[in-house]
């Protein structure tokens, strides 16, 4: 088994309050749309309704405004991806007690921005990871990827036990924002997602042991599903001008549906039910994902305290946001109920899910 040695979330220095962002990128979004019309009304209550208080931005409020386009916003994904992403994994690996010439698999996740050579190779000679590093670049996944990058890496890990691999997931979505597209699905992104980078260290059953890592959170087991007749969810729509959001309201209704079946039958497997899981690693979605979440899984409405906390202080950062609740989760509540289970989980574009067995 897998362990999870460290966890790292890096963010833009650009931080603003939820009233601000709807202000500024009012204009960018909604174009010659006077102030009381119906768009800048929908826009207000979507954006006061996303549950999110606090967002940090790749770039000032104010440059969204003369932002050009597609090729334009993914030089600054490039930019400041980079850097970001350059600050979790340094962080991570030294709260692992490792420096960068330990890492023997580098994992890079995003969804909103492209890079040829990829990040993690953009990455891998400022940082001084080895020039035998293994690297495993991901794109799609969406808000799905941050669980199902550590799952992966685990699959990879049980392989090679004497191995360290990191996941680095680096988000600027606010770099996809539609111009002139008043659209729902538009006005509820400009509102609900930020900006972020995570980076995650994991071990070998055997590279823990001897580095002493016995009561850092273990990887047990993993499960993928993926949903019939549901592609058109989530996702993007990509075109001249970039990354175009799809997101339908029927998210809520495939949680309902399908996840208290495929969370029943992961724990079975495992010896488990519901009610053993000690903590609770969610990625946030929106405020009725969380409350579907809660509804299908019959649990206490503070056993996600934490992911909400996370979407209320910095937005949804798609694949990066569970592993700000992972983060938040081990500085809250350390030591974590021992010897009692936990479960990540996150859905993402698919429609899918990804769910994890941890202890400690």
Partial sequence: MSKIAAVRVALPEHVYRQEQVTEALAEVVLGD????????????????????????????????????????????????????????????????????????????????????????????????????????????????????????????????????AVLLSVELCS??????????????????????????????????????????????????????????????????SGFRLVLSPAVPDVVDEYLRDDVERFLTAHGLAVADVATWISHPGGPKVIEAIVRALDLKPEALDVTRDSLATVGNLSSSSVLHVLQQTLAVRDPIAPNRPAVMLAMGPGFSSELLLLDW
């Fill in 33 to 164: 749309e006077p102030p009381g019309s119906a768009r800048r009304e929908l826009m207000q209550k979507l954006h006061t309704a996303a549950g999110v208080r606090t967002r940090h931005l790749a770039l000032p409020l104010e440059s969204y405004r003369d932002l050009g386009g597609f090729g334009a916003a993914n030089d600054v994904w490039i930019d400041v991806g980079v850097r970001l992403g350059e600050q979790a994994l340094a962080g991570a690996i030294v709260d692992a007690g490792l420096v960068p010439s330990d890492v023997d698999l580098i994992m890079t996740t995003s969804v909103t921005g492209l890079a040829v050579p990829s990040l993690d190779a953009l990455i891998a000679h400022r940082l001084g990871l080895r020039d035998d590093v293994k690297r495993m670049p991901l794109f799609g996944l969406g808000c799905l990827a941050g669980a199902a990058g550590v799952a992966r890496i685990h699959d990879y890990l049980q392989g090679h036990p004497d191995d360290v």
């Fill in 175 to 240: 770099l996809t924002l539609q111009r002139a597209d008043d659209s729902t699905a538009n006005l509820v992104g400009s509102g609900l997602f930020g900006d972020g980078a995570a980076a995650v260290v994991l071990m070998g059953e055997r590279r823990a042991a001897a580095a002493g890592f016995g009561r850092a959170p273990r990887v047990v087991a993993t499960r993928s599903r993926l949903y019939p007749d549901s592609q058109q969810i989530m996702g993007w729509d990509i075109g001249a």
